[in-house]
């Protein structure tokens, strides 16, 4: 399938073999078109696929397609964020070079003698531009409008490093990716709604994260501290929705990333993340598209049975 201007897919159709048969979508006109194929990838994300997903219903799959499990749109994951960012006296220069340099794991596996379960990643920031720097200090109210507002700025631009911390989301059925009852998009697409609160275990993380964070800091020769926990644009990374797993009651995709319910569709995107880890996915959906990609090209002679 090839579509060459932006589209908007509504769903995935399927045949009286219980096989997907192509994609309805709106092109870019806004005109409904109908996409025929023999095979359907999905790589929508973990908001994106469930949505698709949960819209395509039918006679044969009236809970959504692929969803024989009810798991589709459930175990949303994030990655909650903490940013632990220190103020130095001395110009750093940490803005003119990559923004990120040291990764530390320390705290990543399970510690007997801490109150949570997983961990996290220690990820170094070293430092922001003028107009970052301008909306930190705003935001923080360290940088005040009217008189002393140049000093101010002046005092935290080019001096400004520090860590984010990572943490390892759990798969919790509670958080989920729905269809929105009265939401549509332009085209009548239901949108998603997400549901998702921070559990205990991530936010225990959390609060270990900034208590720890400052040590290096302070050491280090920070004389302020600018703390954010979570952060509140860290919902970025959207996994599980439709896990990957060998049995069909407890997942939608097998191991190799086809639907356990409709033998010529795959997923391949953070959506079938079983865990969220403490790092950034993007290595790993790479890694699994390509698996995937290699299981389809061997299997191409018994695809669907």
């Not at 509504?10 to 709106?26: P, Q, R």
């Not at 984010?164 to 939401?183: K, R, Y």
Request: proline share 5%; aromatic share 8%.
């Amino acid at each position: 399938m090839e579509l060459r201007t932006w589209c908007r897919v509504k769903e995935i159709n399927v045949g009286e073999d219980g096989l997907a048969s192509g994609v309805t979508y709106f092109d870019a006109g806004g005109v409904e078109q109908f996409q025929p194929d023999n095979v359907v990838i999905m790589a929508c994300n973990g908001v994106g696929t469930p949505r698709i997903l949960l819209n395509s219903v039918s006679e044969q799959f009236p809970g959504g397609l692929a969803n024989s499990s009810g798991l589709v749109g459930k175990n949303l994951m994030l990655h909650p964020y903490a940013s632990i960012q220190g103020v130095f006296d001395e110009p750093l220069d940490g803005y003119r070079g990559p923004h990120d340099s040291i990764w530390s794991q320390e705290f990543y596996e399970t510690g007997k003698e801490r109150d949570f379960v997983r961990g996290f990643t220690y990820e170094t920031t070293r430092g922001r531009g003028v107009v970052a720097t301008a909306l930190t200090g705003v935001h923080t109210g360290r940088i005040p409008w009217g008189a002393g507002h140049h000093d101010a700025y002046r005092k935290l631009f080019n001096r400004i490093a520090g860590v984010v911390a990572i943490c390892e989301d759990l798969p919790e059925e509670h958080n989920t990716v729905t269809l929105d009852p009265n939401i549509k998009d332009a085209h009548g697409i239901p949108a998603p709604r997400m549901t998702y609160s921070i559990s205990d275990n991530s936010q225990k993380m959390l609060d270990f994260a900034v208590a720890r964070a400052p040590e290096t800091l302070r050491a280090a020769g920070a004389t302020d501290l600018i703390i954010e926990q979570p952060l509140a644009g860290g919902g970025w990374h959207l996994m599980d929705t439709a896990r990957m797993g060998t049995d069909p009651q407890k997942s939608v995709v097998n191991e190799w990333g086809r639907s356990h319910d409709v033998k010529n569709l795959f997923v391949v995107d953070g959506s079938i993340f079983v865990t969220s880890a403490g790092v950034n996915p993007t290595r790993t959906i790479q890694t699994l598209a390509l698996y995937i990609t290699d299981q389809i090209k061997k299997r191409l002679t018994h695809l669907f049975d």
